[in-house]
C-alpha cells in the first residue's frame, strides 16, 4: 500500500502514475502487502528535512536535494514490519531534474520513488555527482537500482 501525502500540489495525473509505478514494483519484489509512505515537497521543506536528520553529515545542508529515505527497518532483522518507510520527494528538485534530462516530472518523480524504495530495502550506493541519481551510474552497486527503476517504468502509461 502507498501512503501518498502532498504537501506541494503534484500536477494533474501524478499520483495515480506514481502509485501506478511503485505499486508495480512493490509487488514485483514481494512487498506488495507492506506499506511506504511517499511525502511530496518542496526545496524548503527538504532542505529542512536534510538539516534535521543529517546534521554534519558529508551533504550540503543548504542545498536541496531530490530524495530522502527513511528505512523502518533495518536489514538483516529476522520481521520485516509491515510499514518499510519514508519517502520524501522534492517536486522543485525533480522538476529541475525532469527538465535538464528532457523528460516529464512524472517520470522523474517515479524514478525517486523507485531508488527511494530501493533504499527503504537496505541497498545503498556511492553519491553521484550531478543531477542525483543517474540512469547512466554504472558499477555493481547502482545495478540493483537500475533494476527496480526498469521494473517501476514499465508500469508507467506513455506520457
Same mark, same amino acid.
Given at each position: 500500500?502507498? +501512503? ?15 502509485? =501506478? ?5 512493490? =509487488?514485483?519484489?514481494?512487498?506488495? !502487502?507492506? !506499506? *511506504? ?5 518542496? +526545496?524548503? =521543506?527538504?532542505? @529542512?528535512?536534510? @538539516? ?14 531530490? *530524495? ?5 527497518? !533495518? ?18 528538485? =525533480? ?33 553521484? +555527482? ?16 537500475? +533494476? ?10 506513455? !506520457?
Amino acid at each position: 500500500m502507498i +501512503d501518498l501525502h502532498a504537501r506541494k500540489t503534484p500536477p494533474a495525473g501524478l499520483r495515480p502514475q506514481l502509485r =501506478a509505478s511503485l505499486g508495480g514494483l512493490m =509487488a514485483h519484489l514481494g512487498t506488495g !502487502e507492506r !506499506e *511506504v509512505t511517499v511525502v511530496l515537497v518542496g +526545496d524548503r =521543506a527538504i532542505r @529542512r528535512l536534510k @538539516r534535521e536528520t543529517w546534521p554534519g553529515g558529508d551533504l550540503d545542508p543548504q542545498a536541496a536535494t531530490d *530524495v530522502l529515505s527513511f528505512p523502518a527497518w !533495518e536489514p538483516g532483522d529476522p520481521f520485516m514490519p509491515p510499514h518499510l518507510g519514508d519517502i520524501f520527494i522534492s517536486l522543485d528538485t =525533480a522538476q529541475r531534474q525532469a527538465d535538464a534530462r528532457g523528460h516529464s516530472l512524472t517520470r522523474e518523480v517515479a524514478l525517486l520513488a523507485s531508488h527511494g524504495l530501493t533504499h527503504l530495502l537496505g541497498f545503498d550506493h556511492p553519491h553521484a +555527482d550531478g543531477l542525483g541519481y543517474e540512469e547512466g551510474a554504472a558499477g555493481p552497486q547502482w545495478q540493483v537500482f537500475h +533494476d527496480h527503476w526498469q521494473v517501476a517504468q514499465r508500469a508507467l502509461r506513455a !506520457e
